[in-house]
């Protein structure tokens, strides 16, 4: 009990939920769902989309809420209290593919608060020059120009300190710091989100987006990428193979309902996806604009533009879009930061300040590596800036593949070696809803099984395409000709640091129940 | 009414990486070689509206071949030829589904290289769609009242610490 007290506990089950929620809900559920839904058929990837939120999603969340609340501990810890050293070791490889993504995570948030400041203005500009690319791409449309003008300046660097401020000041208390900020960035949240939905739906036509929405084509069905990307959207909108959810949860009284905790906070960060479409589709069909099947464009480019036609309100709805993603995004990246602090202090008992300080100065230097300005590719057939290529290529790694290892580990792990009755009896222990054997039967078959047909077809793509980033080399301007074998060297450094600093991680430390 | 036409068409290249954070979509200024105009704004599935192509300098485009793409970019994608200008400019067109589509022509400029114009149109639903608007109630059913009534509960149930 007084580890408990000492780790730190939330005080009601709506700020858990709430913040459970929030750190599911992220930029991915504002606008790649829609992007989702529009590329598989519309109202068609409702049914393997529902699918895979009851038989994937909702499962796993309940298995990471069993594993933080059945041992008090984080990812890691509740993995080698559960399944040795090798359940540890898996732990800290999700905790450290976790970190990699912090990293990249706040440096889009950064980019979201300088399109916040843009929005303010210079955003809605026709279009620009952007110098840093040189004379030859000339004039380029906002907010494309005003994106990628910021992104070939220092000024995302600034952006990033700031995000990464805000991201220790949440954070310093743990969930005693992390709770009221949610209970009050959550809801703000949805009534940002419903405003846009009420201006998306009164556009003129726009009701008819949402008829677009949900009308399906059921010819994509036999298609397996249509399921593969339903299975994706459920995994990562719901922060799973991650830890995030077993972090959370470790600090949540014995008696909590995980069962409907696990139910609600996945129904929440669904139901955000459901209203986000509405809001998106309407102002996509009432401007003619054609989704696309990316977060990043979506956010920076495509949605902008439909903002930037409204008939009125221009600035104040762009700047309500990109507040309510900074908060989205604020809500997860405290999370993602919570799940890297958590075990460190579980493991080594540092002062959470002393962790919190270290992390965030090196989570700052990763975030910075990702917002280098220099033009590499000056015709923009890539990415433009040396910063976002290196966020392109390590996203591929931590979010394709990192992600879904870990979450196959994690069910391989609890299904064969542990035995997922010990976490079904234990969430049906305090909960309100019982849960029957199909739970185990999920775990050990159903979602490996899901998740390696998944890998599969991801893999499949890499030996079919070739390895991811390799395409770029020959838009690289002659300065930066060697960044052409910088896919090879991402994989690499990737994949050594997981699995090395994981090692360290395992076999230094002690934690204070083992004692 | 017209259409509003692209008159600088963008260059999308989508970077395929499997999840939500990249793939992101880069737009370079392509050449400028025309526009295509429809005579209504928002056509509905099924009605008929003409379409105009025409060069830099505005003039009508004849014998522009004319292709329409329903749902660009998405696994659904079908492209249909729609036929070729005539000496004003201007074809026929009649929507076979609704959504958004894009309709592209493509025609031999002056110096013999070939040229291309393109421009979104929002296709409107004729009548509402009976499956659409199921799907919408039982998702929603599913997710917001799912989570409302369950969220209600939550907020009425005592915290742990008081």
Redesign the interface.
Known sequence: MAQVEQRG???????F?LAASGSAI???NIV?FSANA??????AF?LPY?LALFMIGIPIMMLEFGLGNITGRAFPGALRKLAGKRGEFVGWWGVVNGAFLTM??IT?LSWVLGMLLGSLGDLWQDSVAVPAFGLA?????NP?AYFFSMLSSWKPLLYVAIIWFFNVLIVRKGVESIEPVTKVFVPLMWLFMIALIIRGVTL??GD??????????F??MR?P??WQGAF?QIF??LSLGMGTMTAYASYL?KKSDLT?NS??TS??N??F???AGLAIFSI???F??????????MTF??IPKGIAEFPAGVRLFGVVFFTLLLIAGLTSSVSLFETLISPLRDKFRWSRMKIVTIAAMIGFLGSACFALPQVINP??????TLG?TL??LV??WV??YGLLVIGLSECLLIGWVVGADKIRNHLNSSSSTKIGRWFNSLIRYVIPASIIFVLGY?VW?EID?GL?GMSYAGNYSELYRFMGSAPVLILAVWFLTCVIAAALLTRNGRYLDDE | MM??AVK?P?R??????????????????AGIAGTVVLDKD?PSHLEQVAVLVQNDADEPVAGAQMSVTY??????AHTDIIGVSGADGKLDWTPAT???A?ITATWIGPNLAEETAS????V??QK??I???V??I???L???V???T??YK??K?P???Q
């Open positions: 506990q939330w005080k009601s089950r709506a700020g939920i992220g930029l991915g790649f529009y590329k598989f058929g519309g109202g409702y529902l990249y995570y889009i791409l000339g004039e380029l449309d494309v003129p036509h008819q987006g949402v008829l677009l929405l949900f009308t399906p084509n010819s994509v298609d990428a249509v994706s990562f909108t009284p409907q139910i609600i129904l929440l669904c139901g996806e459901y209203i996509l069909f009432a003619m604009i054609v989704p696309q099947a990316s977060t990043l464009a480019f495509i015709g923009l057939e890539n990415n433009g976002l966020l392109d996203d591929h979010f394709s991801s793509g395409g991811y | 259409n509003r600088s963008q999308f290249n989508s970077l395929r990486s499997l999840i939500c954070l990249l793939g992101l979509c880069f737009a370079a200024k928002f749902r660009p970019g998405s696994r659904v609704a959504g958004i894009t421009t979104n149109v929002s409107r639903f509402l769609p499956d659409g608007i799907i919408m039982v998702a929603g599913i997710l917001i799912g989570s409302a369950r969220m939550v907020l149930s915290d742990f610490i």
